[in-house]
């Protein structure tokens, strides 16, 4: 791989140990993929995760001395004295939240602590070349936005943001990011649940690849495009996408695969749908909580769950709540949204998502949520999943079906 | 008895040597959903599933999940001392370079050979990922 005078002098320890360390990981990356140089970037999203393994990177940097170049955000973690007031969080886990937090505000990354960043917090355009990590934004940002990153680990999107570059490689040249799978979409897709079940469906089947997916007549809207990313990102690896007409990047099927055949042509009716739906909703009875926003939340989102509660009152045996970004959730108050939620019962947190370990009261408990993806990484004794509509709905009834 | 042995060149992602048992995969791995602590695959429904990854030569396509929770599996298991001794997969992807990065285990593609022809679960495996070789002695044969 082919250094400047600049890189050189980082990798020698010239500007801190913590930029050194950085270095090496994208030169260990560029290596990897037989990468010729690097690329500069400008904005990356570190999917910090308040995990052993990000807090073992993040303050091997901070502790470095290392600076963000360029504007860096993050993923949600918790808040420990929040948590701390309501449940038993063990000691040594809040402790490990506490001290990635804080190193992440010593690298002076953007505490958004949000899974969502190209909401609000740090937004991408079209073109322009950014590292982003975090299933649901890999796939967004190349997809929807038309920007380009590479499946970024947390690790090497702070390291890009701390170096300001990237190893040219992957979804940053042009012929990588072709269409691999065609999917011929002939079920229906009423809401952003119909998109989870798809996504889901097309991780599943292609595991690791482009899809392009045809037959989707009605514009999909944010929430639906969100849902697919962050599902096909479950059961597999889907950095890119295409749905030609309404993602930006190339208006035709044919220019989706530059010119060549896909690998696999696979269609996906209402029964593909169902069954994914009955393979993920495994059973049914008392529900102890309910957990939404994963990812968090949009303020439509909160405003629908809201419109459900209005009047209503969650079962004196359910927890209700809602996982949103600070900046979502400061609209949502300003528009009533919050009020009505906490009126009924129900809670709307800030900065942390379903799977973080502040959630360690309900190991044995029975949760629903509309999100396969906190089903799958089973944290809690059972998960049922099934639309938005449905959760609220058991969540007043305090069972389903 | 020794069995036949069979020499591979290969590419390097992250340097360094390991052997073991091979296990291999033909569904992609997220270590997230293993034991930390023992190493074993509790994911429902996946091939390994009950078969235990500590201390194997792991062979398998690729790594799939959100890159969140990849990471932090591979390095629990490491903490653990049962991560594999090293990897060998089809499609390399950042968040399976950086875990291996973050827990120093060798991790190479682009065998000569499909891996999945050539190497069978049991087999004992040498992977030189500083000189490119992987080094197969067959099970009993």
Redesign the interface.
Same mark, same amino acid.
């Given at each position: 791989m082919h250094l400047t005078k600049e890189e050189e002098r980082i990798l020698k320890g010239g500007s801190g140990e913590g930029a050194q360390k950085a270095l090496e990981l994208l030169l260990a990356i560029g290596d990897a993929y037989d990468a010729e140089k690097m690329i500069p970037i400008s904005r990356a999203h570190a999917a910090s995760s308040g995990q052993e393994g990000d807090l073992y990177f993040v303050e091997l940097l901070a502790n470095g001395g290392a600076r963000c170049r360029v504007p860096t955000s993050t993923n949600p973690v918790y808040d420990i004295n929040y948590f701390d007031s309501l449940f038993d969080v063990p000691k040594d886990e809040g402790e490990v939240a506490r001290r990635v937090m804080e190193a992440y505000k010593r690298v002076g990354a953007i505490l958004s602590w949000s899974c969502v960043p190209y909401m609000a917090e740090n937004i991408p355009v079209y073109g322009e070349t950014v590292a982003f990590s975090e299933s649901s934004a890999t796939p967004y940002v190349n997809s929807v936005i038309g920007a380009s990153t590479n499946r970024e680990a947390a690790q090497s999107a702070l390291a890009a943001g701390v170096i300001g570059k990237t190893p040219k490689y992957g979804l940053h040249i042009k012929e990588n990011r072709k269409g691999t799978h065609l999917i011929k979409v002939e079920a229906t897709l009423r809401d952003e649940f119909d998109y989870t079940l798809l996504g889901y469906f097309v991780g599943k089947r292609i595991g690791y690849g482009i899809p392009v997916l045809t037959g989707i007549e009605r514009h999909p809207n944010t929430e639906e495009l969100i849902n697919f990313c962050a599902m096909s990102n479950v059961p597999g690896a889907v950095s890119m996408f295409y749905i030609p007409g309404f993602t930006v990047e190339a208006s035709t099927v044919e220019e989706s695969f530059q010119g060549d055949s896909p690998k696999d042509k696979i269609t996906v009716t209402d029964r593909e749908l169902k069954q994914v739906h009955e393979e993920l909703q495994t059973m049914s009875g008392r529900v102890d909580f309910v957990m939404l926003g994963c990812p968090h939340y949009t303020l439509k989102q909160v405003e629908e769950a809201a419109k459900l509660l209005k009047g209503k009152k969650v079962h004196k045996g359910v927890s209700f709540w809602i996982c949103t970004s600070a900046t979502t959730k400061a609209l949502a108050e300003r528009s009533g949204y919050v009020g009505l939620i906490e009126s009924a019962g129900g809670h709307v947190v800030v900065d942390t998502c379903i799977d973080e370990p502040c959630w360690i009261a309900y190991k044995d408990k029975v949760g629903m949520t509309d999100s396969p993806k906190c089903a799958y990484y089973r944290r809690f004794k059972e998960v049922m999943v099934s639309r938005l509509s449905d959760c609220v709905e058991a969540a007043i009834r305090g069972r389903w079906v | 008895m020794r069995g036949s042995e069979i020499t591979l060149k290969c590419h #390097?992602?992250?340097g360094g040597y390991g052997e073991g048992e091979a296990l291999v995969s033909h569904e *992609?791995i997220c270590f997230? &959903?293993t034991d930390p602590k023992t190493g074993i695959v509790r994911e429902k429904n996946h091939e390994l599933a009950g078969k235990n990854l500590a201390n194997k030569v792991l062979v398998f *396509?690729?790594? #799939?999940?959100?890159? $969140? $929770?990849?990471? !932090?599996g591979? /390095? #629990?298991l490491a &903490?653990h001392n049962v991560a594999p001794k090293a990897m060998i997969v089809k !499609? =390399?992807?950042? $968040?399976l =370079? $950086?875990?291996a /990065?973050?827990v120093k285990v060798p991790?190479v593609d682009r065998l000569e050979n499909d891996p999945f022809v050539v190497i069978r679960t049991g087999d004992f495996v040498e992977v030189d990922a500083e000189r490119g070789i992987v080094t197969v002695t067959k099970r009993g044969s």
């Open positions: - | #390097k992602i992250i *992609p997230y &959903l *396509p690729s790594g #799939k999940a959100s890159s $969140v $929770v990849q990471i !932090d591979l /390095f #629990k &903490l !499609d =390399v992807e950042t $968040v =370079v $950086v875990s /990065f973050l991790l």
